[in-house]
C-alpha cells in the first residue's frame, strides 16, 4: 500500500490549507485513516483520524479549526484546515491503519505545512 499527500505549502496565520491522501495498491477500505504531524524537535502527533465508519477524533489543537473527511470508495483522506497559526508547522504525514488483526500502518511521504506570522 502506498500513500500519496499533497496540499500543503506557506500560509499566513489565520489562513487555510487543505491536504489530501490517496492509498493505492489495496482494494480493501483501510479502517483508519489520518494525518499525524511532527513539528521540528518533537515527536509525532495525531492530528485527525477517522474510521471507516465516518467516525473522526481529533487532537485537542485540531478541534474547531480542522475538519477531516474521507471517501471510502477512493480510499481517500482530506484534512481541511483553518485558522491556521504558526504553531500549525510541521511535516503532515497520512497514515492508514488497522489496529485489530491482523494489524497494519502504512505512512505517507510528508508533506510541509508552514505558516507564517
Known amino acids: 500500500v502506498q500513500l500519496q499527500a499533497s496540499g500543503g505549502g506557506l500560509v499566513q496565520a489565520g489562513g487555510s490549507l487543505r491536504l489530501s491522501c490517496a492509498a493505492s495498491?489495496?482494494?480493501?477500505?483501510?479502517?483508519?485513516m489520518g494525518w499525524y504531524r511532527q513539528a521540528p524537535g518533537k515527536q509525532r502527533e495525531l492530528v485527525a483520524e477517522?474510521?471507516?465508519?465516518?467516525?473522526?477524533r481529533y487532537a485537542d489543537s485540531a478541534k474547531g479549526r480542522f475538519t477531516i473527511s474521507r471517501d471510502n470508495a477512493k480510499n481517500t483522506v482530506d484534512l481541511q484546515m483553518n485558522s491556521l497559526r504558526p504553531e500549525d508547522t510541521a511535516v503532515y504525514y497520512c497514515?492508514?491503519?488497522?489496529?485489530?488483526?491482523?494489524?497494519?500502518?502504512?505512512w505517507g511521504q510528508g508533506t510541509l505545512v508552514t505558516v507564517s506570522s
Open positions: 477517522m474510521t471507516s465508519g465516518g467516525t473522526p
Open positions: 495498491g489495496s482494494r480493501l477500505t483501510m479502517p483508519v
Open positions: 497514515n492508514a491503519a488497522r489496529r485489530s488483526a491482523p494489524t497494519y500502518k502504512y
